[in-house]
T-cell receptor, first 117, second 109 residues
Framework: DAGVTQSPTHLIKTRGQQVTLRCSPK?????VSWYQQALGQGPQFIFQ???????QRGNFPDRFSGHQFPNYSSELNVNALLLGDSALYLC????????????????FGSGTRLTVV | TQLLEQSPQFLSIQEGENLTVYCNSS?????LQWYRQEPGEGPVLLVT?????EVKKLKRLTFQFGDARKDSSLHITAAQPGDTGLYLC?????????FGAGTILRVKS
């Protein structure tokens, strides 16, 4: 059973460019959340997608946008990249349908390491 | 804004020693989750605690959720080099996880 798959694993971009990161959730999961993890810090919540809509958003500017497709996969787009956007971007999937008592917890991918130069 | 303060930030101990990591907040969370993260990888869930006062054991690891569901602790007995890694606590608040800054644990043989 495949877990969460993220692509690409590493990416180098120049300031001002745009980037798209991709995530395929764990089989059976229908909800995708994105997190940004700067070096030496815990992950910070960007937003969550369910039923192809943004359900909740963290404290990130509008340069960060996303999309969820009918097959539950998701994309994270970042426009006008800044040096401070350099981080590990993590995708986490979960199920909104299974019993929460037996399905707490999120499954994280290995992340995309984004470096902005 | 929900915040989770995790302590200590860094812990270096000898094999066989015991240790405790703490996670504290002024916010009430619906659940508290502990993750372990290896370099270059995503966090891997260790345990979820849901009920105030709940205690869960996973081999040499003991997890406790505070009565008021605002704090949690992770206790490791007889630490081994294989326990080395980054430990993260995360509180579930609505549809998001609020993470602590993490505790880097190094167990020397």
């Amino acid at each position: 059973d495949a877990g969460v798959t993220q692509s690409p694993t590493h990416l180098i971009k120049t300031r001002g460019q745009q980037v798209t990161l991709r995530c395929s959730p764990k089989s059976g999961h229908d909800t995708v959340s994105w997190y940004q993890q700067a070096l030496g810090q815990g992950p910070q919540f960007i937003f969550q997608y369910y039923e192809e809509e943004e359900r909740q958003r963290g404290n990130f500017p509008d340069r960060f946008s996303g999309h969820q497709f009918p097959n539950y996969s998701s994309e994270l787009n970042v426009n006008a990249l800044l040096l401070g956007d350099s981080a590990l971007y993590l995708c986490a999937s979960s199920s909104n349908r299974l019993d929460r008592l037996t399905n707490y917890g999120y499954t994280f991918g290995s992340g995309t390491r984004l470096t902005v130069v | 804004t929900q915040l989770l303060e995790q302590s200590p930030q860094f812990l270096s101990i000898q094999e066989g020693e015991n240790l405790t990591v703490y996670c504290n907040s002024s916010s009430v969370f619906s659940s508290l989750q502990w993750y372990r993260q290896e370099p270059g990888e995503g966090p891997v869930l260790l345990v979820t605690v849901v009920t105030g006062g709940e205690v869960k054991k996973l081999k040499r690891l003991t997890f406790q959720f505070g009565d008021a569901r605002k704090d949690s602790s992770l206790h490791i007995t007889a630490a081994q080099p294989g326990d080395t890694g980054l430990y993260l606590c995360a509180g579930e608040y609505g549809n998001k996880l609020v993470f602590g800054a993490g505790t880097i644990l190094r167990v020397k043989s």
